[in-house]
């Protein structure tokens, strides 16, 4: 079994708490079976998401998750999409 707390990113800076987890809107791309995000709102800004610099999939129950470690002019971001929701939002804040 997977133990999240073992992660690479476990210690790093957090989203502040109300941040972490909230809904955001994300302007990505369908190609084939993959989802490729392009940018994100945030704060009131769209964020140009210069760089993926990771991609993994999770599953917790049925519903499958799509995490994205993305960089942007702003900092990097953990942001996940639900393919059960067909929705986006940030779950962590991963640096400046």
Same mark, same amino acid.
């Given at each position: 079994?997977?133990?999240?707390?073992?992660?690479?990113?476990?210690?790093l800076p957090q989203a502040?708490?109300?941040?972490?987890?909230?809904?955001?809107?994300?302007?990505?791309?369908? %190609? !084939?079976?993959?989802?490729?995000?392009?940018? =994100? &709102?945030?704060?009131?800004?769209?964020?140009?998401?210069?760089? #993926?610099? +990771?991609?993994?999939? %999770? !599953?917790?129950?049925?519903?499958?998750?799509? =995490? &994205?470690?993305?960089?942007?002019?702003?900092?990097?971001?953990? #942001?996940? +999409?639900?393919?059960?929701?067909?929705?986006?939002?940030?779950?962590?804040?991963?640096?400046?």
């Amino acid at each position: 079994m997977f133990n999240h707390e073992a992660r690479w990113d476990r210690k790093l800076p957090q989203a502040p708490a109300q941040e972490a987890g909230s809904a955001i809107a994300v302007k990505c791309l369908f %190609d !084939k079976c993959k989802v490729i995000p392009q940018s =994100f &709102f945030w704060r009131n800004r769209e964020l140009s998401i210069q760089k #993926i610099n +990771f991609f993994w999939k %999770d !599953k917790q129950g049925k519903e499958t998750l799509d =995490f &994205f470690s993305v960089s942007t002019s702003n900092g990097t971001f953990e #942001i996940v +999409f639900s393919h059960e929701a067909m929705s986006w939002r940030l779950n962590k804040l991963l640096g400046p």
